[in-house]
């Protein structure tokens, strides 16, 4: 053993080989090793679904409350059990214990919410800490009495996998079955309740014994989860699966579904690296996997994901710098085309563009570069030229622009020289439909040089942009 | 120095005043969590430093307060600005966005332990819950010029120090900036348009609330600190509407919290008959919820007791006065002069609030009994004249005025007359629709 450490990743853990993982990962790496993966994969497939309607219904947290308030449960069970005569160590007595103490922890809340002035965050936060803080303080009592058997009572704060047995392997799958059950026999109900509860309410659906229905299922899964996870990172086996499958599906049933598998997933690739890697505390790493698996969907999810999102940010805006370029160039064209007598041709300056838009010159020549792709322009040394559809496109884009303005000075009555801008941020937005409407109304009026052709603009052109 | 004496100020009071500090240091800066409604994010912060606390002590590979005190801090500022980035970019809402990021973050410290356990380091994760209130002492000389040079030289226990100049930091803070904070906990829109940075505001605070959690945290744990950070301010929000009072009341709330639950916790065993002490920190927090929940039950404006007494006292007044106007139309409709006690009762729909009613319109000597009978005093004619008066003008206003139908008007006239003053019922008297009899053909009492 080290006497001191010289950085974090010097923990010298000794890998698995490949023969030892695929056991570990179709269960057969001893039984033990067994019944733990088949275990947390149950428990975070009940949590998952469960947390799908939690996350909805914007109970995140009151669920993490309800995990700390299970403590003092725990603790006074055990104390009336001893006291009773009792072993006080039996499981069934302590969740008992637990889920009354986290039941009366939301009532409570409910009761603070309805019934003072405080915001449901301070009555969370509060009846969280003071619950938990009992709790603590009912253990240490524990502690005193001396009576031996109260080790383990510990363990429910951080969850202790290994000592998982084939009983609640079962009780885990009893728990995912019923989740399952009760999720698939009220499904319409819930889905109501979660989108609209005051519609619920309208269309007959008794929205309190709904909310109670799922709210009993949260005590269901933490009480099951507090000796795989522990009661302080339960939350996250209820919550990250539905808010990672939230970016994946707008539609409520893949939503549960997908939840479940999430966290089924977590479940069992979090205690499978429990099991073959030194040191790792199996709830911890359950949620850190189930983390992994959030930021992954927070960033590749297709509609929802950040990078989906972002790259439709950056395909705008260049559409948008692209359009401001061609019609700039098409501008400075018009203008140089009517001092020469003919339509609008030839090369112009890139510098002279860029200064009008006041762009960045390497953001000009990215644009430009991008633009010569596309087959829009033809660029030589410091000029650019417009191609046959560079052409087009250019006076398709000047049209709209203009168009827009013209509107806006005929039927929104704004001055012609307040117009330029507005138009700048509409026009890209409109539709093929629009545009032929607006040209035809404008062609009725006569203020229009012919179809398809730009009107002449509204205001002087040229000059740099603010 | 009594030897007892010199124990307490070595082991007893150094803790005590520890666990008091950490009180005071969170519960100032709770206040603007409680009102921006974001108390939760203490509760997240305190959970998300734990990986920073480690990975300060891993990287550094010393227990030395300052790199564990930086890294937990620059987790919690990442706290916050995770959750943040995850609620936009998720478009979660925050509950949702804190519950991912804290966990997930709580879940890496506590994986960093284990690792660190290995390196034959011990950082003991109940230690992150409870807290080490009981280690903080000191040993000073057995006498009180010993006590005060050990004092004054800086033999102070460390946790101690830390705790009392981070509650000197929020003390300060919320003093030179109690303008600023109090615009931005009310209107950020307001503040913004003042010329007061928001964000900026926000962010000082963010980062304070984090100092504060981290300063706290290893002498007093995590749970306490998410209670020292709200239950103070929200039982002086209880108690208060002013926010400069809430603030001192928040300080002394925590104060009491800190000396109350710590003193609970030493003495508690003996009557137990234990031998060990409880869990101070526990105490300290389980003591502040109760002063919490006092408040809930007791506090004078917003208490739920007094709520409902409000509640019954008008609801008596109501009855009172339905009593009296009753007895008034029966003397009107000729002949019947009184009302039988029972029958009172049972048109006042019974029960306690038609006992006190009756009750007190006989000591206000607005009613009395003759035989069986209940009959108006002369006061008690005035009074009713008016309430009936009032009722009448109602119905006139309702059915002039408004153009309500002349038999629908009578229920809310009822209502109405309760809340009618002279004055308004002078005001309603001046309308065109004013004239010496109600809708119904009754004479309007002058």
Known sequence: MQDRITSITDTSAQWPSAGEVWRTLTLQAGYNTGIVVLAAALLGIAAGTIGAFALLRKRSMMADALAHCTLPGIALAFLMATWLGGQGRGLPVLLLGASVTGVLGVVVVQAIVRHTRLREDAAIGSVLSVFFGAGVVLLSVIQNLRTGGQGGLNHFIYGQTAAMQESDAWLMAAAAMAAAAVVALFFKEFRVVCFDDRFAASIGVRVWWMDLLMMSLVVVATVIGLQAVGLILIVAMLVIPAAAARFWTERLGPLVVLAGVIGGLSGYLGASASALLPRMPAGAVIVLTAGVLFLASLLLAPSRGVLAAGARHIRVRVRIASDHFLRAMYEHLETAGAAAGNGPAGAISLRAVAADRRWSRPGASLLTWWMERRGLIRRHDGTASLTPRGLDEAARVTRNHRLWEEFLVRYAHLAASHVDRSADLVEHALSRKIVDELEESLLAKGRMPGPGRPPRSVHPIGGPRS | MSPGLHLFISLDLPAMLTGTLAMVACGLLGNFLVLRRMSLLGDAVSHAVLPGLVAGFLITGSRATLPMFLGAAAAGVITVVLIEAIRRLGRMEPGAAMAVVFSTLFALGVLLIQQAHAEGVDLDPDCVLNGQLEAVFWSPPPDWGGVLRAALTGGLPRELLTLAGTALVAGAFVAMFFKELRVVSFDPALATSLGIRAGAMH????????????????????????????????????????????????????????????????????????????????????????????????????????????????????????????????????????????????????????????????????????????????????????????????????????????????????????????????????????????????????
């Open chain 2, 203 to 446: 962010f000082a605070l963010m980062v304070l609330v984090a100092a504060a959690v981290v300063a706290s945290f290893e002498a007093v744990g995590s749970i306490l600190v998410i209670a020292a950070l709200v239950c103070p301010p929200a039982t002086a929000r209880l108690l208060t509407d002013r926010l400069g009072t809430q603030i001192w009341l928040s300080l002394g709330l925590s104060i009491a919290a800190g000396m109350i639950g710590y003193l609970l916790a030493i003495t508690a065993p003996s009557w137990l008959g234990g031998a060990s002490s409880l869990s101070a920190a526990g105490m300290i927090t389980v003591v502040s919820g109760g002063l919490l929940g006092l408040a809930i039950i007791a506090a004078p404006q917003h208490g739920i007791l007094a709520k409902r007494l409000r509640h019954a006292r008008t609801a008596v007044t109501v009855a009172r006065e339905d009593l009296l106007s009753t007895l008034y139309r029966l003397e009107e409709s000729a002949g019947h002069h009184g009302l039988a006690a029972e029958k009172a009762l049972l048109a006042l729909g019974g029960g306690r609030t038609a006992r006190k009613a009756v009750a007190q319109a006989r000591s206000r000597a607005e009613v009395a009994h003759r035989g069986d009978l209940l009959v108006l005093t002369d006061r008690g004619r005035d009074r009713a004249q008016a309430l009936v008066r009032a009722h009448r003008l109602w119905e006139s206003f309702l059915v002039g005025e408004l153009g309500l139908a002349a038999d629908h008007v009578h229920p809310r006239a009822e209502m109405l007359k309760h809340i009618t003053d002279p004055s308004m019922a002078a005001r309603l008297k001046v309308g065109p629709a004013s004239g010496k009899l109600d809708p119904h053909g009754r004479p309007i009492p002058e």
